[in-house]
């Protein structure tokens, strides 16, 4: 199966981010505390990697096109590397249903989340999609970010989005790590999440990915080092890092897919995204994971038509991909403004 939407894919301007839902745009206000984002250097180190694969699909083309081989998803990749240390259940797992739903975790307050999933879980191991929402956003930001095209893909092959809400405890900014606390709080119920959806439901553990704007994109990028023990590729709308985030497991070079809105993709008068999102990338390929950048040139914004591209992306990525398919080019459908 080849996914590929037939929209077109567009540069947006600078005021597009009007097209998003009303609450879904990034708000106004001081991003001072952002600038501590990821001085903390809190996480886990655990070995992660049992073996190295091309694109994990078998057939040397790095593409991923509904092979008649692998685990039933349609991707073809069951064979390939999985991650050999992941989470397990604290608190009791709730059931999973296309609607929100609320995990407790040990040692962190309840927190609803929100889940896209269909009855094809119950029949088929899939993906699974971890969205983080913006400032003064929330989880339903996820059907813009990633686009309806994508997630009925993402569960017709038995897979899940999920989109955790913030915690109002987490102070200026939604996400801990972003606003300098150092606390572990959104990764433990990542894991959580991640646990019960192996225990209940089950999940295709080559395929656990990471995607986020604006301040989720921040988060993206921590959560993905962070939890670079499970996570199999990332991309970022308006995200990336002021210093270096830690990788729980440096041997697992995910790879990532890295979206800005050029130098004008500012947010309080004192982020600059274009700069971060740069930041990110040099830490990522200097620790051998690849990695490509996208300059949409609109601002601070998600521009439209593209998550079906970044699902492609997720794809074409699964744990363990070691030499990227795209190493040699892009996809031709992908937008002119991605580049090697």
């Known amino acids: 199966m080849n996914f590929r939407s037939a929209d077109p894919r567009a540069r947006v301007a600078l005021l597009a981010v009007a097209l998003l839902p009303a609450g879904l745009a990034c708000g106004d206000g001081s991003a001072s505390d952002e600038s501590d984002a990821s001085s903390e250097t809190q996480g886990e180190s655990s070995s992660s990697s049992e073996a190295e694969s091309g694109d994990g699909d078998g057939d040397g083309d790095g593409e991923s096109e509904g092979e008649s081989t692998g685990d039933g998803d349609g991707d073809g990749d069951g064979d390939g590397p999985r991650p050999s240390a992941l989470p397990t259940p604290t608190g009791t797992c709730p059931d999973f249903i296309d609607g929100t739903v609320s995990f407790d975790p040990a040692g962190v307050e309840p927190r609803d989340v929100r889940i896209w999933i269909s009855n094809a879980a119950g029949e088929i191991d899939g993906p699974l999609v971890f969205y983080w929402h913006a400032y003064t956003s929330q989880p339903e930001e996820a059907a813009y970010g990633l686009q309806q095209a994508a997630i009925d893909d993402i569960l017709a092959r038995g897979g899940m989005v999920v989109a955790p809400t913030s915690d109002p405890n987490s102070g ?3 996400w801990y790590q972003i606003g300098g606390t150092g606390l572990e709080y959104d990764q433990l119920l990542a894991d959580e999440i991640l646990a019960c959806a ?12 990471s995607v986020g704007m604006s301040a989720g994109g921040l988060q993206t990028s921590q959560f993905s080092t962070r939890r670079s023990n499970y996570v199999a590729s990332a991309a970022t709308y308006s995200g990336g890092v002021f210093f270096n ?18 130098d004008s993709d500012v947010f309080g008068g004192q982020v600059e995204f274009k700069q971060t999102s740069e930041n990110w990338f040099n830490q990522l390929t200097n620790n051998g994971n690849f990695a490509f950048m996208c ?24 744990y363990g991909t070691v030499d990227s398919p795209y190493a040699g080019g892009l996809p031709s459908s992908f937008p002119s403004w991605c580049s090697l």
């Open 245 to 262: 985030a830690p990788y729980q497991d440096p041997n697992n070079k995910f790879p990532a897919m890295i979206i800005h809105g050029g």
């Open 172 to 174: 200026q900014f939604p």
């Open 295 to 318: 300059d949409h040139g609109g601002g601070h914004t998600i521009p439209p038509n593209t998550g079906d591209d970044i699902w492609q992306f997720f794809l074409d990525h699964p």
């Open 198 to 209: 192996i225990e209940q439901v089950g999940v295709d553990t080559r395929h656990i990915h």
